[in-house]
Structure formats: structure tokens, C-alpha cells
């Protein structure tokens, strides 16, 4: 790999600061062109930040940037995109209401208000196509495709920007790895044009394979840069974190099968969305939902959670059989349903109030549960090592990672007998990662039943007791054991049958 | 015979309007305005009582009322259309005064007779009846100043809806009496024709410019009234207007005076001269009707106010130059169905 | 063409109602559809309709505007003084009532762009502005307009009224252009997910001013027409436009929360709604009963809207994505 | 900071009351009557039947949606009233104020439907119950013109004075406190705001949000109908479209009072300013015999002057 001798971007002495929140602080940075520049840091670290920054979204306090040797005041988006700084945001950059085609064209270079040039569309499909995305119709409304289609769509628009710095911001958080792998294809061959690449993920395995060089940010500061390969994981956490980490997933325990049921699923199904889902949860099991994004996992959540009608097939809560009709009823003491659901930034949390009122929205109304008794929620803070302020900051101000914790202790604090995650974990950094996993297994060894959706094999090799994996709305195969295999779990995700129980 | 000529009292110096007449019976429509107002109310009630009177019955095929809300683009909509079905006559209170021109113009071709009432035009090529709104205006403020023995230093004046023809005049009306009587501090205030308005601005005039000597008010006269009540004012002379409620206050508190209506029941005169347009009799391009009035000394229980009735309810129930003034229960009998 | 459908389902649910409500309605006029009933019809249709036009604009970006009717007031007391004299004069005056129609709407997105007031509140306290300056033009109703131009635009050429021609030719050449530029997709953008039009290189404050500008112009056009229809100057009529044009964008299956929705759409919304009063004029219905019925019609036209909502299986989505 | 953050919504509370009181002081310059006790007093009497809308209004737009049918239910319950006491049976004019405010309930009940069940957005929804409110009505009143009274208690209630206050005044001050305790102290005080800023969140959170808003707009509903039962006392009648003049007041007392028109944010008692002021601008308009055209340029600008301060300090902060 050769490095062109002036930096696409530079950042020299940038510091930016919201308000009190220092989000970066006197960072000298550069990246490349002709190299993929990977950055890693906790949440909140300041990653986000950076690149805002040089997409042109917000200004910095201090600091110059310079493009290509020459200082530039990037204004707005605009601007940077006609220097070809392109940007894939963490909050996806796709209007809901237009459509694809329309998402494409719009705000491309040179458009204004004049007329939008549709030459980039085809350009678009045939970027589609190369990473599993043929099936997303140009017509299709955004808001009707999964977080994955719109990651890809969103992939495919900065790529007709044609970029000399591209930037993916937790861009590939909801693609599993087959499409990632695609993904990185083309990155690649961007690469090998000249392009320069930067790539935030929370993923070790992805950054392994794609990342020419490292650079490590914590709390709003640069740390250090290496090349990919120069140092262990251990140390890089160390690094990113500012203490060793050893091991990110608490060992597993050998759970009891014998346990009480907690949950049990028979023939579960809703119409267009799942069918036959069949499955039984025990005190103190972790049992994950794998498969591709979208293959009807989060709708049984939803429907466990009684926010789906005319469900078929019987649910079984403690050996009592029942019909979940709202929220409300499966959250109340008899059921102790809780869930963690897949947004949290417009489902999980209502950002513009405080932490603390967050809290005790769902924990008002619950019968045997005082919500306003602060205490009932100190603990799973604190075992989350919440960073805030105060409890009474607004949760918009937190970072993501510091507001899922709210999310999760939320729930925590009504103590439920079955607690339903839809993937809890992602954009979260490694250190707020084990600190949730820490939590979930203690949780279960404490007698609560875990059900996990996740993206993240990972997770469901190292902290599920056993996983259901998905594939168009049916249970493909149940792995148990040492079934639970990255082999085994990706074959079942795209329905190849192999090891493992494999359902009809 | 259904034509009382002495019914249709000429304006001074108005012309006179004939059309060839036409053989019956009539195909008859009534565009109102806005609904949502006692008077409108009584004036659709007292158009249909007249037209189910079996002497005025015969001459009628058809006889249709609507109303259109307060857009005047919607009138002539409406009156375009009763004039494209081949309508006879149509009456209507204008939403606006100046927006018929073209109208009348398409009317004039298509042989359709139209008859405002109440809040009529500024024209003069069709007949329109109304009592005078000016005299209106002129006869409380009169009344009033001659109870002062015709001189007096503070008067309060309640107007109407503003930016409304017929507030215009009535208010004009009043000024011509009042500006001659020197001295006269005159404090107006905008009652919208709305009892609770009225309350409300009069109870502070009341508070700010403490008392008057005699208060004319054009139409929800009983707020004034009950502002005046409240702030323990002295009984003075008024001008008001013809609602039950507002003679039954001026009944109990023996208040000098006069209570004048602008009549409701002048929607069912309107119809009068249609019909005798239509039979070829000539009217009078503006007709004043004579204005249903009662000096307080005269105020009589059942006769002319009714205690058992709303307080909303609007007395002006007749012109009996006209026809026989309708009773209440003749009104009511009409109630909603259209036949 | 499933996207397709489903990307304008409401503009042809729409479409349909007014189709049905059109053929019952002619069905109960005396003299059928000819050209002169056609023409009063599509005469008051238009006024709402622009009146809609209006507010589409400033629903589109998620925005409400209740000054539609006062700055129709105002140019169409503009209109009593401007619209009179040779055809230059004619056509001056025409630009200028445009031009105050414009001002108005700049001013509303003004204090929305940089006074941060939120559109409702904001158009609220300019409407009562623009209302007071109509009322010290015309106290009382008055002034005339050109009958000439008024006869021109308020007829019909070879039996289709003119004003219904207009009104195609707002769709064609003005709104299926537009929505395949910057600013006809910036619209929705805006509308839609600022953050994400902002991100995308929409300049999200210029975007909103535009539309409200627009709004301004086309809360003049109707203005305008209404002016050509009663040729006559009047501070009072706008109250009615104001609400009815928002009936009018949500019967057109305009979403007020903004994004979504079509000026089509907006124009048939204010179609339904006049063709449902003008039902009344020979429905026969007792005079006093006819405005409960109106209110009914207009109450089941909007629920039928929400009736799906009924059938939605997973109660998240009537939150919309 | 954060201290700072939790001052502003108090900020925007005071607005109304400075602006009130300058309101006074100037009005006084020219009037010094408006400094007396009878003129002030009566303000507090006419700004109740305002006052009690607005704390309705002020309730449904914390929760992100807004009432337009204020004027016809207040009308309506006035009706009611007024006929049940007409009807001479004493029983039925006992009951004439809970049936009327029952009737208000009812009506925000059906608006609560329309919007939280058929999802159809509050200012259409509100907006067709009104007209057939009117619609109704003048059905009604056409068919059978009841006769209407105000009772004594209806006249005392609009009327009377306890120790120099109003009553009319201390009714609204009442409930006010009464709104206060419920948001303030309330699971449904705090679902209001959450389902104000983030309904989706809210069910998410196990809070069944269509109770919420039904609740909501049926406590706007019962506001309303007080506000007619009140007038209804004060002008000792009830009429057609009595309740029209108050809609648009409504809205801008909410509003100048710092309530976010968005939902979730605001406060009663800024919307209490905000009605002390209005009224009082409109009185002082009034008196000083304005012309109607000035008279709502100069609400106009005033309106976008207290609206302007209030957003631009935010933004400076
Ligand atoms: N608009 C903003 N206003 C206030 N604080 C902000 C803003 N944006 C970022 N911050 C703060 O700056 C810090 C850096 O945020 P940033 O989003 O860059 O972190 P990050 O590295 O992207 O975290 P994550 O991995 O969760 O995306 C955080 O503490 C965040 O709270
Ligand atoms: N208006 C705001 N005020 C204060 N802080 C904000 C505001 N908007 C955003 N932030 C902070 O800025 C950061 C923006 O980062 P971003 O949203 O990209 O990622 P994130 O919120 O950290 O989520 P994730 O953990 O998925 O990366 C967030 O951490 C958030 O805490
Ligand atoms: O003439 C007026 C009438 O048109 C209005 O509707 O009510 C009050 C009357 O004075
Ligand atoms: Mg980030
Ligand atoms: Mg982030």
C-alpha cells in the first residue's frame, strides 16, 4: 500500500465542544488516500464528532482542517461532499418518505434547486446489485425497507458522490457478514482507485479484515495510530479504554434444564410475519434469535410484548397459557414481559426528557413497583457504570452507548420474569458491550429467562445458552451447545442445512 | 289576492321596478349565510311559515332555503346555480354588499327575479327590502336624546361586526343625531352583535370612563344591559335592539326607551316581492320597511315580548302592513323538514 | 407499479371520492353538468383549491399555516384597488397582488427559518397582522375589479371551464416539473427528516423559505381568483378559507405530520369539500338540518381515512416509520 | 448548565406576566382608572371564562394535539344548561351544570377517539365535531327553541364576589390548582408530556397512550363546558356561536405562555399568564376605542414580539 505524501484531510489542533460537553479536544489527525483508516473508541469517544466534522455538520470550536493541502471552511454538507469528502452517517442520511431513487438523487453534487440528475441512478443499481441488494426496487419508499436495505441503499448513494475520502460511520452495524464481506469488496476496489477510507465499527472482525491503519480516540482525544496487525486485541481495548480487558464474554454456565419454564412458544404465528414458531425458555437461559436482519425475530419480540394483533399458535407464561393483547398488560407483575426494542433513539427512550424520568416511565402504573424510589434503579446503573452528568440531564445529550444503558435499566428495575432484547448491543463499544453481557448473565443466573436478538454471532456463540436462527419468518434450526458455531449459524441464516437441529 | 302594495313602503327617492309577469306557480329559493345565529335561524323559520300559508302555498312549485357560511364566493355559487335550474326568484341576505354585480347581470338574462333582505346591496337595478339601517341607527339614538330632554354629555355607543355594511350604516345613523348635540363625548365600543362581547367591552368602558348618560346599542343589547346591572350604573335611557331576552330586562328594570328590531320575519316580506314581482306588480327598488319598535312605556307581556319564550328569541315576528304577523308557535310549527 | 400504487393510493382514493360525490351531485342538479353548472362549480372549487395549494406548501415541510386565509383577505383587497383600467394596469396589478402574496409567505417563513417560532403559532399571530392592514384598506366591503378579466377567467373556453383548465395546468406545468427538481424532493426532505435532508447537502432553511414563499403566492393566486368571482375588495373573508384548506390538504390525503402527500391530492381535497356543499343546494334536505349533515359528510370523508387503521396487525405502525 | 436548563421553561413563564403587567402600567398612563380595583377585579372575572378553555387547551397540546372544537362545546353546554333550567323543573336545573359538563366530557371523549383510535389527525377531527356541534344545534334551536335560563347559581358562579374576588375568578383558580396537582403529581401528568414528546416510546414503556389521550381531551372537553356554563351565567342566556369569539384567544393564551404547540413542553401556569395577558390587551384596546384594524395589527405584532424573545433566547442559550 502506498501513501500519497499529502493527506486527504488533516485535522490540526480541532477541538469541539457542545456546550460544556467537550466532544474533541486538540486532535491532530490525517487520513490517506489509497488507505482504509480505521478508528475505534468507546462511545462517546468522539468518533461521530470527527467525522461530522469533516462531512461539514458541525463547525469545530478550534482547529483548522485542510483537503487535499488546501484550509477549508466546511460550511455544511454541501460543501464537503463537492470536495468529495462523503459521508455514510451512523443516523442514516435517507429521507423515509422518498423513495430510493429519489434518495439517490437528492442533494447530489451541483443539483441546488434545479433539476435533480438522474445519470447516478443506474450507477446506484448496479452498486446494489454487487453487494445482495437487487432486490431493492428504485421505486420502493425508504421507510419500507429494513435498517440493513437502507445501510445498503445508503452505500450505494455515497458511492455515485464518487468520493476521494469515504466514511462510514457504524455504516455496516445492521448488515450480517455476508453483506459486509461484499461490502468490503467494493471498499476495497475504492481503495485500490485512490480513495481514501474511514471506517468507524464497533466490530474487532470487521476491522481485522478491512483496516490498513488504526487510529484509537478516547474521550474526545486522538491516542495513537498503527497499522492494522501491529498489536493484539487486548491491546488495542487497553488502549481504547484506558485498562485491560481480558475476557469481553463471561464464561458460560451449564444451565439447568430441568429449570422452570419461564416461556413457551407452540406453533407461534403471525400472518406476513412469522409461522410456527415453536420454543420454551427456562429460568436462567439465554436463548438467541439469529438470522438476517428481518427474517421475522423482532416481530415474535413485538408480539411477545402485545403489540401485534390476531396472533395464532399458544403462549405459555409459567405454564399458564395466555393471550398478550398491549404493552401494558405484558409488562404488569403476573407476566413480567420486558423489551428492550430495536431503536432506541425513537422507541426505546424519549430523548428530550431527563434519564430519570426515562426511568420511571415504564416502571409508573406497574402494581408492587415504585417508580419514583430512585434506589430501584441505582444498582443496574451502576453495574452499567452509567456516564451522566446528572439524572436529570436530558437523554439526547448522552451518548448512544450511555443511552441504551437507560434503556435497558429501565426495564431492569420492574424486575421481569422474561426479558426480550432486540439487539441491545449494537454500535455499543466493546467496554459498555461487557459490561452488558456481564449484567445479562447475572441476570440469568438470578432465575430470569433472556431471549437475544442479535446481528452479532458473537454474541450468540459466547453468551447464549442456545439460539432459534431465522430464516423467512420460520425457525431454520435450534443450536444448542457446541452446535453454536459461526459455521453453523451463518449456514442456517441463509438456510444452507448443516449441523445443528433442523426444524421443517 | 296575496299583494299588499302598502306592505312595500318606498325609500326616499327610490325608483320603481317592474317586471313582465309570469305565470305560476313559482319555483323559489332563500340563499342564506352563515346559520349558526339565532336571527338566521328565525329568519329561515319565518320564510317557511310563510310559504306554508295556504294563500302564498298556491303560488309556490318549489321552495328552497340554504345556507352557505359567510364566503360570498359560495353565494353567488349558489345563486348561480338556483338561476342555472331555472328558479323563479331567489331572496338572499349578502354575504357581501358589493359582490353581486355580475350576478344580478346573469339573473337579468336568465329572467330570475333576486330580492336581498337584511344585509342587502349596494345597488340600485333590483328591489331589496330592509328596514332602514340608517333610520334604525337614528331612531334609538333619537329616542334616547329626546328622554335627555335633548341634551346630555356622555353617551356610550355599542357597535357591530365590524367591517359589515349593515354595522356601517346603523352606526351612521346614530352619529347623525349625536354629533348635532353639542358637547356630547361619545365613547364607542365593538359588541360584534354579541351579547358576551357586549358584556365584556361595555363593563369596561363602564370601568374606564365611569357613567354615561344614555347607552344606544345596535344588537345584543342585553350584554350591555347586564354590564350596566353589574357595575350598579343608574338606570339611563337605551337604544336596543329586539331580542325577547333584552325586552324582558327592559320590562323588569322599567329602563326609558326604546327597543327596536331589526325583524327577522322581513326574510318571508322578501318572498312577498318576489312573488309580486313575478306577477307583474311594480315595487319599489328599495323598500324601508316600517321598523317593529316599542318605547319601554309600552312593553307588554305576550304581546309584544314573551317571558315563556328563549331570551335569544328574536320578536320582530311580522309586518303587519305586510301579513299577519307569524305567532311563535306558527314559527316553530314549521319546524325542520323542508315540505 | 406495486410501489407505484401504493406511493399514490391516496391521491386516487381521492380522486375516486370526487368522482362519486361529482356524479351525485350533478345527478340531483336540475339541469344536469352543463357548461354553465360546470363552471360554478369549478369557480368556487378552485378558490379552496388554491387556498389548499397554500397550505400544502407549508404542510409539506411539516409546517401549518394559519394565515392562508387572511393573506387572501389581503391581496384580494389589494386586488379591489389594482385590477381595474387598461389591460397594463390590469396586468400590473395582477404582479403586485402576486408579489404581496409572496411578501406574506417570506415574512411567515422568516420567523420560522430564523425566528425558530413554529409555523402554527407564528402564521397565527401574521394572520391577525395581515388581517388588520386588509381592514384599514377596506373598512367595509367595496372597490371593483376588472369584469373583463374576471369574465376571462371565471368562464369558459370551447365549454371547459377556464377555471378548471387553470387548474390541470397547475399540476402540468408547474407540479410534476417541480417535484423532479432540487427543491420539489428538498420539499419533501424537509419534510420528511430534516437531519437526513440536511446530511444529504439540502439547505434546509432555504428549502423551508421557498415553500412558504410559494405558499404566499399561491394563498394570492386564490386570493385572486376569489377577486375575479366576486369582483369586489373584502377584509372578511378569510376565516372560512383558513380551516377549510386544512380540511381540504387531509382530505387529500396530505399527512400534517409532513413528507408525504401531493398538490394533486391537495387540489381534490378541496374539490370533495365544495362538492359536498354544493350537494346541499338541491339535496332537498330541511334548510336547518343541513348543516349537521355537512358536518356528517365531512366527519365520515376524514374518518374514512383513519378507518384502516383498524386493520393495521401491528399497532407500531400507526406511528408511521 | 444543567441548573440553567431547568430555569428556562420559568423564564418563559414569566413572559406573559411582565408583559401583563406593562400592559397595566401603560394602559394606566392614558387611563388611570385601569389601576383601579373594579376595572382589575373585573379582568379576573372575564379572563376566567378564557382562563378555563385555556387550561383544557393547554392539556391537549402538551400532548401534541389541539382542540378547534372549544367554540361549539362551549356553546353547546350553555345550551344544555340553560334549557334543563328552562324546562322550570327543578330537579333537571339541579342537574343542568353536571350535565352539561358531562356533555363536555362526552364530546372530548369522541374527539379523544378520533384521534388516539382512528388516528385522524386532532386539528381535522376536532375540527368536523365542531361543525356538527353547530350543526346540532341549530337543528335544535330551529326545532324546538327551548326555552333557556341561566339559574341563580350559574348567575352567581359568572358573577358574584367573595371578598372582593371574583368567584367566576376563584373557580378557575380552582381548577387551575387542581390541573397543577394532576400533572405535577400524577402518573397521567407524566405520560401526558412523554406521549407529548415520543408516543411511540410511551406504549413501548407499557403505558396504554390511547387512555392517555382520551382522557386528556375529555378533561378539555369538561373545560370548555364550564367556560359555557360560566358565560352562559355572565351573559344570563345562552345564544348560537357565543363560543366563537374564544378559539383563536385560546390557541395564543397557550402559546404565550410557553406552551410548545409540538407537545411535551410547558406549563399551567404560564398558560394562566398568558390569558391575563390577552385579556387584558384586549380590554385596553377596547377602552382606548382602537379601530378594529389596528386592533389586530397591533395583536399581531405584539404576539410575534413575546414570541420572538421567548425562542430567540433559546437559541441564544
Ligand atoms: N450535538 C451534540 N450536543 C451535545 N453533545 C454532543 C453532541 N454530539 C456529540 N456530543 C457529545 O460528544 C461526545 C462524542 O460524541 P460522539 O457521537 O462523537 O461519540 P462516538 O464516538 O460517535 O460514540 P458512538 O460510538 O456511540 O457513536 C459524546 O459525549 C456526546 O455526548
Ligand atoms: N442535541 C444534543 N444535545 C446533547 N448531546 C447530543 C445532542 N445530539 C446528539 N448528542 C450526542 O452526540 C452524540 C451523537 O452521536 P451519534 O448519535 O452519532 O452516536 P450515538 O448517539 O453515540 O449512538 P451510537 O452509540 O449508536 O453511536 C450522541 O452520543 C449524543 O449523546
Ligand atoms: O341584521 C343582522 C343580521 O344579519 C345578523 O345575522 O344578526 C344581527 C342582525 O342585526
Ligand atoms: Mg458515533
Ligand atoms: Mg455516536
Redesign the pocket.
Known amino acids: 500500500m502506498v501513501l500519497s505524501s499529502t493527506p486527504v484531510v488533516r485535522l490540526s489542533g480541532v477541538s469541539k465542544t457542545?456546550?460544556s460537553?467537550k466532544?474533541l479536544t486538540e486532535v491532530d489527525f490525517s487520513c490517506f488516500s489509497g488507505e482504509v483508516h480505521a478508528i475505534l473508541g468507546e462511545?462517546?469517544a468522539g468518533?461521530?464528532?470527527l467525522i461530522?466534522l469533516i462531512a461539514g455538520v458541525v463547525q469545530p470550536t478550534e482547529g483548522k482542517i485542510t483537503v487535499n493541502g488546501k484550509e477549508l471552511v466546511l460550511k455544511n454538507p454541501s460543501i464537503a461532499t463537492s470536495h468529495g469528502l462523503v459521508c455514510m452517517?451512523?443516523?442514516l442520511s435517507l429521507v423515509p418518505d422518498l423513495s430510493v431513487r429519489e434518495n439517490i438523487m437528492l442533494g447530489a453534487p451541483g443539483t441546488g434547486f434545479g433539476w435533480l440528475n438522474s445519470k447516478v441512478v443506474p450507477q446506484a443499481e448496479s452498486i446494489l446489485e454487487q453487494i445482495d441488494g437487487a432486490h431493492i426496487r428504485m421505486s420502493m419508499r425508504v421507510a419500507d425497507l429494513t435498517l440493513a436495505e437502507r445501510q445498503q441503499v445508503e452505500i450505494a448513494k455515497a458511492l455515485t458522490r464518487n468520493p476521494k475520502l469515504l466514511i462510514l460511520?457504524?455504516s455496516t452495524?445492521a448488515l450480517n457478514s455476508s453483506v459486509v464481506e461484499k461490502v468490503f469488496k467494493l471498499i476495497r476496489k475504492q481503495r485500490e482507485l485512490g480513495v481514501g477510507v474511514l471506517f468507524i465499527s464497533h466490530r474487532f472482525h470487521e476491522i481485522e479484515a478491512l483496516a490498513d491503519r488504526i487510529s484509537i480516540f478516547r474521550n474526545g482525544q486522538y491516542v495513537e495510530t498503527f497499522d492494522n496487525g501491529a498489536f493484539d486485541y487486548g491491546y488495542i481495548i487497553s488502549r481504547m479504554v484506558g485498562q485491560r480487558i481480558d475476557d469481553i464474554f463471561p464464561p458460560k454456565k451449564v444451565f439447568n434444564t430441568e429449570a422452570e419454564e419461564v416461556l413457551k412458544l407452540d406453533s407461534y404465528s403471525w400472518k406476513g410475519g412469522f409461522n410456527n414458531v415453536s420454543i420454551t425458555l427456562r429460568q436462567g437461559q439465554i436463548t438467541g434469535f439469529g438470522g438476517l436482519d428481518g427474517q421475522g425475530q423482532n416481530e415474535v419480540l413485538l408480539g411477545l410484548f402485545g403489540l401485534l394483533k390476531n396472533t395464532a399458535g399458544e403462549i405459555q407464561i409459567a405454564g399458564h397459557s395466555v393471550k398478550i393483547t398491549h404493552p401494558k398488560q405484558a409488562k404488569a407483575p403476573d407476566l413480567g414481559i420486558a423489551l428492550v426494542p430495536e431503536d432506541?433513539?425513537t422507541e426505546g427512550l424519549v430523548l428530550e426528557q431527563s434519564i430519570a424520568r426515562n426511568l420511571e416511565l415504564s416502571a409508573l402504573g406497574t402494581k408492587g413497583v415504585n417508580a419514583l424510589d430512585p434506589t430501584i434503579y441505582q444498582t443496574f446503573l451502576e453495574a452499567l457504570e452509567l456516564k451522566c452528568n446528572s439524572l436529570d440531564q436530558?437523554v439526547?445529550?448522552?451518548?448512544?452507548?450511555?443511552?441504551?444503558k437507560v434503556a435497558l435499566a429501565k426495564w431492569l428495575a420492574l424486575n421481569p420474569r422474561c426479558l426480550l432484547l432486540a439487539d441491545p448491543t449494537?454500535?455499543?463499544?466493546v467496554k459498555t458491550k461487557t459490561q452488558i453481557y456481564a449484567l445479562l448473565r447475572r441476570l440469568a443466573d438470578s432465575g430470569i429467562a433472556v431471549l437475544l436478538l442479535s446481528t452479532d454471532f458473537e454474541e450468540l456463540i459466547h453468551l447464549c445458552d442456545d439460539a432459534h436462527i431465522f430464516y423467512d419468518g420460520e425457525i431454520v434450526s435450534h443450536l444448542k451447545g457446541s452446535e453454536l458455531t459461526a459455521e453453523n449459524i451463518i449456514a442456517a441464516s441463509l438456510n444452507i442445512q448443516t449441523g445443528g437441529e433442523v426444524h421443517g | 289576492e296575496t299583494y299588499h302594495p302598502e306592505c312595500f313602503v318606498p325609500a326616499p327617492g327610490t325608483s320603481i321596478i317592474e317586471k313582465s309577469a309570469k305565470e305560476g306557480p313559482y319555483k323559489i329559493a332563500f340563499v342564506n349565510g352563515f346559520a349558526g345565529n339565532d336571527w338566521r335561524i328565525a329568519a329561515i323559520q319565518a320564510s317557511k311559515a310563510w310559504a306554508a300559508r295556504p294563500e302564498n302555498a298556491a303560488n309556490i312549485e318549489k321552495f328552497t332555503v340554504v345556507s352557505v357560511g359567510n364566503d360570498s364566493s359560495a353565494q353567488i355559487a349558489a345563486i348561480d346555480n338556483f338561476i342555472a335550474a331555472g328558479y323563479d326568484a331567489i331572496t338572499f341576505i349578502a354575504v357581501n354588499p358589493t359582490a353581486f354585480e355580475p350576478v344580478i347581470r346573469r339573473a337579468e338574462r336568465a329572467g330570475t327575479v333576486l330580492v336581498p333582505f337584511d344585509n342587502v346591496l349596494d345597488s340600485d337595478k333590483i328591489v331589496q327590502i330592509n328596514e332602514s339601517q340608517f333610520a334604525l341607527g337614528k331612531l334609538k339614538a333619537q329616542t334616547v336624546m329626546d328622554e335627555l330632554g335633548g341634551t346630555a354629555k356622555k353617551i356610550l355607543m355599542v357597535n357591530g361586526l365590524p367591517g359589515n355594511a349593515t354595522d356601517r350604516d346603523r352606526r351612521l345613523g346614530m352619529m347623525s343625531v349625536l354629533e348635532k348635540v353639542d358637547g356630547l363625548d361619545i365613547v364607542e365600543v365593538v359588541g360584534n352583535w354579541d351579547t358576551g362581547t357586549s358584556q365584556k367591552v361595555v363593563a369596561d368602558a363602564l370601568a374606564t370612563h365611569g357613567q354615561f348618560d344614555a347607552v344606544v346599542s345596535q344588537h345584543g343589547s342585553a350584554g350591555t344591559i347586564n354590564a350596566l346591572q353589574a357595575a350598579n350604573h343608574p338606570i339611563v335611557p337605551m337604544g336596543v335592539d329586539g331580542e325577547n331576552g333584552v325586552r324582558m330586562l327592559m320590562a323588569d328594570l322599567k329602563i326609558p326607551g326604546v327597543s327596536a328590531a331589526q325583524a327577522p320575519a322581513m326574510s318571508a316580506v322578501a318572498l312577498e316581492a318576489a312573488v309580486s314581482l313575478l306577477q307583474g306588480h311594480s315595487l319599489p327598488q328599495t323598500v324601508y320597511l316600517p321598523i317593529p319598535q316599542v318605547k319601554s312605556k309600552n312593553l307588554q307581556a305576550g304581546v309584544n315580548y314573551f317571558p315563556d319564550l328563549p331570551k335569544s328569541f328574536n320578536t320582530g315576528t311580522g309586518f303587519p302592513s305586510c301579513f299577519k304577523p307569524f305567532s311563535p308557535q306558527e314559527l316553530l310549527g314549521q319546524s325542520i323538514d323542508n315540505t | 407499479m406495486g410501489d407505484i400504487w401504493r406511493s399514490n393510493q391516496r391521491e386516487v382514493i381521492a380522486v375516486i371520492v370526487l368522482a362519486i360525490l361529482l356524479t351525485l351531485y350533478f345527478s340531483t342538479h336540475p339541469s344536469g353538468p352543463t357548461t354553465y353548472v360546470m363552471t360554478i362549480w369549478a369557480n368556487q372549487c378552485l378558490i379552496l383549491g388554491l387556498a389548499a395549494i397554500a397550505q400544502f406548501f407549508a404542510v409539506i415541510v411539516r409546517g401549518i399555516d394559519l394565515s392562508v386565509g387572511a393573506v387572501m383577505a389581503l391581496t384580494n383587497c389589494i386586488a379591489s384597488y389594482l385590477i381595474i383600467g387598461t389591460g397594463l394596469e390590469v396586468a400590473g396589478g395582477i404582479l403586485v397582488v402576486l408579489a404581496v402574496g409572496i411578501t406574506c409567505g417570506l415574512i411567515n417563513g422568516m420567523l420560522v427559518v430564523f425566528g425558530r417560532i413554529q409555523p402554527i403559532v407564528a402564521t397565527l399571530a401574521t394572520g391577525s397582522l395581515f388581517l388588520g392592514i386588509a381592514l384599514l384598506l377596506r373598512p367595509t366591503p367595496g372597490g371593483s375589479i376588472d369584469y373583463d378579466i374576471s369574465d376571462v377567467m371565471t368562464l369558459d373556453i370551447f365549454g371547459i371551464p377556464t377555471t378548471l383548465i387553470f387548474a390541470l395546468g397547475i399540476i402540468t406545468f408547474f407540479w410534476l416539473p417541480l417535484r423532479k427538481t432540487g427543491l420539489g424532493t428538498g420539499l419533501y426532505a424537509v419534510g420528511s427528516s430534516e437531519q437526513a435532508a440536511y446530511q444529504s447537502g439540502i439547505s434546509v432553511e432555504k428549502v423551508r423559505l421557498a415553500s412558504f414563499a410559494l405558499g404566499g403566492f399561491f394563498a394570492a393566486l386564490a386570493g385572486l381568483f376569489f377577486s375575479f368571482v366576486t369582483t369586489t375588495g373584502d377584509a372578511g373573508i378569510g376565516p372560512n378559507f383558513t380551516l377549510n384548506s386544512i380540511a381540504a390538504v387531509v382530505l387529500g390525503g396530505v399527512l400534517l405530520r409532513g413528507g408525504i402527500g401531493t398538490l394533486t391530492g391537495a387540489l381534490a381535497g378541496a374539490f370533495i369539500l365544495k362538492t359536498i356543499s354544493s350537494l346541499m343546494f338541491f339535496s332537498g334536505l330541511p334548510p336547518l338540518a343541513q348543516p349537521l349533515l355537512e358536518g356528517l359528510i365531512l366527519a365520515g370523508a376524514i374518518a374514512i381515512g383513519g378507518a384502516d387503521v383498524l386493520r393495521v396487525k401491528n399497532r407500531l405502525e400507526v406511528f408511521g416509520k | 448548565m444543567n441548573n440553567f436548563k431547568r430555569l428556562i421553561p420559568d423564564i418563559d413563564v414569566l413572559v406573559p406576566y411582565i408583559g401583563t403587567l406593562l400592559l397595566i402600567i401603560t394602559g394606566s398612563v392614558i387611563y388611570p382608572q385601569i389601576l383601579g380595583v373594579d376595572y382589575l377585579a373585573q379582568q379576573l372575572q372575564i379572563a376566567a371564562f378564557l382562563g378555563l378553555l385555556a387550561l383544557g387547551a393547554t392539556i391537549v397540546i402538551l400532548l401534541g394535539h389541539i382542540d378547534l372544537s372549544i367554540a361549539w362545546v362551549l356553546t353547546g353546554s350553555a345550551i344544555i344548561s340553560t334549557a334543563l333550567v328552562g324546562t322550570g323543573d327543578p330537579i333537571l336545573s339541579m342537574l343542568s351544570i353536571p350535565i352539561a359538563l358531562i356533555f363536555g366530557a362526552g364530546i372530548g371523549i369522541i374527539n379523544g377517539l378520533g384521534v388516539a383510535v382512528l388516528r385522524i389527525p386532532s386539528m381535522v377531527w376536532t375540527l368536523s365535531v365542531n361543525s356538527m356541534l353547530l350543526g346540532i344545534s341549530v337543528v335544535l334551536t330551529g326545532g324546538f327553541n327551548p326555552k333557556g335560563e341561566a339559574s341563580d347559581i350559574m348567575v352567581a358562579l359568572a358573577t358574584s364576589q367573595i371578598s372582593g374576588l371574583p368567584l367566576a375568578f376563584i373557580i378557575w383558580m380552582l381548577v387551575t390548582a387542581a390541573l397543577v396537582l394532576l400533572l405535577k403529581k400524577t402518573s397521567f401528568g407524566r405520560y401526558l408530556s412523554s406521549v407529548g414528546y415520543n408516543e411511540k416510546a410511551t406504549l413501548l414503556s407499557g403505558v396504554s397512550t390511547p387512555s392517555v389521550i382520551i382522557a386528556a381531551f375529555s378533561i378539555a372537553g369538561i373545560c370548555s363546558a364550564m367556560g359555557g356554563v360560566l358565560l352562559a351565567g355572565y351573559a344570563n342566556q345562552a345564544y348560537q356561536s357565543m363560543g366563537d369569539p374564544f378559539l383563536l384567544p385560546t390557541i395564543a393564551a397557550v402559546v404565550i405562555g410557553g406552551t410548545s404547540i409540538l407537545g411535551g413542553r410547558g406549563s399551567i401556569a404560564g398558560t394562566v399568564g398568558g390569558v391575563l395577558f390577552i385579556t387584558l390587551l384586549n380590554s385596553i384596546l377596547s377602552v382606548m376605542q382602537i379601530s378594529d384594524a389596528w386592533r389586530s395589527i397591533i395583536f399581531g405584532l405584539i404576539i410575534i414580539t413575546m414570541l420572538l424573545f421567548q425562542s430567540l433566547r433559546k437559541k441564544r442559550t
Open positions: 457542545y456546550g460537553t466532544a462511545n462517546g468518533k461521530s464528532t461530522k452517517f451512523q443516523e460511520d457504524e452495524s432506541r433513539k436530558p439526547s445529550q448522552l451518548s448512544g452507548g450511555n443511552q441504551q449494537r454500535g455499543i463499544d
